[in-house]
């Protein structure tokens, strides 16, 4: 009463119909029926050892699911409960922080000295160029020529834009930056390769340099400055497009972290 | 309807003595469970055709539990135990899909 299959002629699906042709063990055909024993006591315990089987699995399929489950629970709970604490202590940094502020300007603003110490820290990190300043100056954009130029011709390199700043101090600006990054008393314009980077970090053409500075004056002033003739002496001999604008509505200059000071180390004054 | 007794009975006792299966024997038991649901569908086509036989039946359970869990153990020890769990349940699952489609065969004769 086996299945008649037809031969496959690819062999290695042969294999495949041998398993499906041998479903049913060839030993239950090979009993000469006579000898055949129904039903025994054997057959009773090998049934019950399956159902065992089958039933002693699900139930432990079923717990390891449950314990899973509870598992994930417990710690969606626990990163919740940790959230919390991240958005409690936040609050409390924040808080902190401006306790310490109202603190010293309370401590400093109490005397005459104190009061002078307050204005000049903050006199002090605009030109350290810790602190984001705000104000009217000039603007100067400063593009590469032609960028299929051979060679370094006609591209702004790291002494163009040391100039231009320079050109810029000297017309009296009190706060630059280039492409957003501020320049203070330890910054460095350089070129790395074909990257120009200030503060470390790369700046890409046009360059766009905020002075701020009296608005009446400092681009005129610039213009006669150092850094003004190199823009014209480049911009003949290289190419390089410049445009300098006054710039009377305020524009934002953002701050600087402190570097660390490893070596410069301040005199005490005698009290 | 004895034998379904038996079966019945084992389920039941699955269920009621919450046995608590050895953690080195855990890997092993979803193998054993398909082979022993080989064994019990072909015994059952076998019963259908009139060729079942206690000591065939009996052999072929044993064995076929005891190989399979086998073939897994020694896979483990090689590193391919998922792999020729793989095999195995190729090899049963046509088997057990063979079976089925046989006794469905005889029993609504399509």
Request: hydrophobic fraction near 50%; proline fraction near 5%.
């Given at each position: 009463?086996?299945?008649?299959?037809?031969?496959?002629?690819?062999?290695?699906?042969?294999?495949?119909?041998?398993?499906?042709?041998?479903?049913?063990?060839p030993a239950y055909q090979q009993r000469p029926s006579g000898n055949r024993r129904r039903t025994g006591v054997a057959t009773l315990v090998v049934l019950a050892v399956a159902g065992l089987l089958v039933s002693v699995l699900v139930v432990g399929s079923r717990q390891q699911t449950r314990v899973t489950e509870s598992e994930r629970l417990g710690l969606v709970e626990l990163a919740e409960q940790e959230r919390v604490t991240v958005d409690d202590l936040e609050a409390a940094v924040t808080e902190l922080d401006e306790e310490v502020s109202a603190l010293r300007e309370a401590a400093l603003s109490s005397d005459l000295t104190g009061a002078e110490q307050a204005t000049a820290i903050s006199r002090l990190s605009v030109v350290a160029a810790t602190v984001p300043v705000v104000g009217?100056?000039?603007?100067?954009?400063?593009?590469?020529?032609?960028?299929?130029?051979?060679?370094?011709?006609?591209?702004?390199?790291?002494?163009?834009?040391?100039?231009?700043?320079?050109?810029?101090?000297?017309?009296?600006?009190?706060?630059?930056?280039?492409?957003?990054?501020?320049?203070?008393?330890?910054?460095?314009?350089?070129?790395?390769?074909?990257?120009?980077?200030?503060?470390?970090?790369?700046?890409?053409?046009?360059?766009?340099?905020?002075?701020?500075?009296?608005?009446?004056?400092?681009?005129?002033?610039?213009?006669?400055?150092?850094?003004?003739?190199?823009?014209?002496?480049?911009?003949?001999?290289?190419?390089?497009?410049?445009?300098?604008?006054?710039?009377?509505?305020?524009?934002?200059?953002?701050?600087?972290?402190?570097?660390?000071?490893?070596?410069?180390?301040?005199?005490?004054?005698?009290? | 309807?004895?034998?379904?007794?038996?079966?019945?009975?084992?389920?039941?006792?699955?269920?009621?003595?919450?046995?608590?299966?050895?953690?080195?024997?855990?890997?092993?038991?979803?193998?054993?469970?398909?082979?022993?649901?080989?064994?019990?569908?072909?015994?059952?086509?076998?019963?259908?055709?009139?060729?079942?036989?206690?000591?065939?039946?009996?052999?072929?359970?044993?064995?076929?539990?005891?190989?399979?869990?086998?073939?897994?153990?020694?896979?483990?020890?090689?590193?391919?135990?998922?792999?020729?769990?793989?095999?195995?349940?190729?090899?049963?699952?046509?088997?057990?899909?063979?079976?089925?489609?046989?006794?469905?065969?005889?029993?609504?004769?399509?």
């Amino acid at each position: 009463m086996s299945q008649t299959t037809v031969p496959s002629t690819d062999p290695s699906l042969s294999l495949l119909d041998r398993i499906a042709d041998e479903a049913l063990n060839p030993a239950y055909q090979q009993r000469p029926s006579g000898n055949r024993r129904r039903t025994g006591v054997a057959t009773l315990v090998v049934l019950a050892v399956a159902g065992l089987l089958v039933s002693v699995l699900v139930v432990g399929s079923r717990q390891q699911t449950r314990v899973t489950e509870s598992e994930r629970l417990g710690l969606v709970e626990l990163a919740e409960q940790e959230r919390v604490t991240v958005d409690d202590l936040e609050a409390a940094v924040t808080e902190l922080d401006e306790e310490v502020s109202a603190l010293r300007e309370a401590a400093l603003s109490s005397d005459l000295t104190g009061a002078e110490q307050a204005t000049a820290i903050s006199r002090l990190s605009v030109v350290a160029a810790t602190v984001p300043v705000v104000g009217a100056g000039a603007r100067v954009v400063v593009s590469d020529a032609d960028p299929q130029a051979p060679g370094d011709l006609g591209r702004v390199l790291d002494i163009d834009l040391q100039q231009v700043v320079n050109g810029l101090w000297e017309a009296g600006a009190e706060a630059v930056a280039v492409n957003g990054e501020r320049v203070g008393p330890l910054s460095a314009i350089r070129s790395v390769q074909e990257v120009v980077l200030v503060n470390y970090d790369p700046v890409v053409s046009p360059y766009e340099v905020l002075a701020i500075g009296d608005p009446r004056t400092l681009a005129t002033d610039f213009l006669r400055s150092s850094g003004g003739r190199w823009l014209q002496a480049i911009n003949l001999s290289a190419g390089i497009g410049f445009t300098i604008d006054a710039m009377t509505d305020g524009a934002l200059l953002p701050g600087q972290p402190v570097g660390t000071l490893r070596y410069a180390a301040p005199v005490k004054e005698p009290a | 309807m004895i034998p379904v007794l038996g079966l019945v009975l084992g389920i039941v006792l699955g269920l009621a003595l919450d046995v608590d299966i050895p953690p080195a024997l855990q890997p092993y038991l979803p193998i054993a469970v398909v082979a022993a649901l080989d064994a019990l569908l072909g015994a059952l086509r076998a019963t259908l055709e009139g060729v079942f036989d206690d000591r065939v039946f009996v052999v072929s359970f044993v064995s076929n539990v005891l190989l399979a869990t086998l073939i897994v153990y020694v896979g483990n020890l090689l590193g391919v135990g998922t792999q020729l769990t793989t095999a195995v349940i190729v090899v049963l699952g046509i088997r057990i899909f063979t079976n089925a489609a046989a006794i469905r065969r005889l029993l609504l004769g399509a």
